[in-house]
């Protein structure tokens, strides 16, 4: 895990001062890097049951369709307000500074459809949380939630309970 670790730009202060952000744009575009962490992501989920990967916005639109394609599953995005052309249904959640909202198509998933979700980063569990309540509002069944990168100091897989969380690179300050 080490050689993708190396291959994440870290920038201090951005997008505020104090905040250490984990640019992974650097190892996207490493092809060994990016096959890397995507095969990696997809041996954790060999034999899982997923019908559908729900990729958060939007970075989790890089992960998911990978994903997605690998597991012989569909794919479908979970978008911020006003993004999605076709009749939608909505989540409303909680910030640290207020509130936001995340939707999907309502046909996107069917009743007891299984779904993975996936997202770039896990940092609070905020967003995850909410995708969460979107999939089970669908009748949907979460099969596990995926990330790319989880900031462990932040303890946001306590807000996803009874749920498989995976992260394939852990940072602990």
Request: proline content about 6%; glycine content about 10%.
């Given at each position: 895990m080490s050689d993708?670790?190396?291959l994440?730009?870290?920038?201090?202060d951005y997008p505020k001062p104090g905040i250490l952000f984990y640019d992974l744009t650097t190892l996207l575009k490493d092809p060994a890097g990016f096959h890397s962490l995507v095969d990696q992501l997809c041996e954790q989920y060999n034999g899982t049951t997923?019908?559908?990967?729900?990729?958060?916005?939007?970075?989790?639109?890089?992960?998911?369709?990978?994903?997605?394609?690998?597991?012989?599953a569909g794919f479908v995005p979970v978008r911020k307000p006003k993004k999605?052309?076709?009749k939608t249904t909505s989540v409303t959640?909680?910030?640290?500074y207020g509130?936001?909202?995340?939707?999907?198509?309502?046909?996107?998933?069917?009743?007891g459809q299984t779904v993975l979700i996936c997202d770039d980063l896990l940092a609070t569990g905020?967003?995850?949380?909410?995708t969460v309540k979107l999939i089970e509002q669908l009748g949907g069944k979460v099969a596990g939630a995926a990330f790319a990168v989880e900031l462990t100091f932040l303890n946001g897989r306590a807000r996803l309970p009874g749920i498989h969380?995976?992260?394939?690179l852990k940072y602990d300050k």
């Amino acid at each position: 895990m080490s050689d993708l670790k190396a291959l994440i730009r870290e920038i201090p202060d951005y997008p505020k001062p104090g905040i250490l952000f984990y640019d992974l744009t650097t190892l996207l575009k490493d092809p060994a890097g990016f096959h890397s962490l995507v095969d990696q992501l997809c041996e954790q989920y060999n034999g899982t049951t997923v019908d559908i990967v729900a990729g958060i916005e939007a970075r989790g639109f890089i992960f998911a369709p990978a994903l997605a394609y690998r597991l012989g599953a569909g794919f479908v995005p979970v978008r911020k307000p006003k993004k999605l052309p076709g009749k939608t249904t909505s989540v409303t959640y909680q910030l640290e500074y207020g509130t936001d909202q995340l939707e999907l198509h309502q046909d996107a998933i069917k009743p007891g459809q299984t779904v993975l979700i996936c997202d770039d980063l896990l940092a609070t569990g905020g967003t995850a949380a909410a995708t969460v309540k979107l999939i089970e509002q669908l009748g949907g069944k979460v099969a596990g939630a995926a990330f790319a990168v989880e900031l462990t100091f932040l303890n946001g897989r306590a807000r996803l309970p009874g749920i498989h969380v995976f992260s394939l690179l852990k940072y602990d300050k």
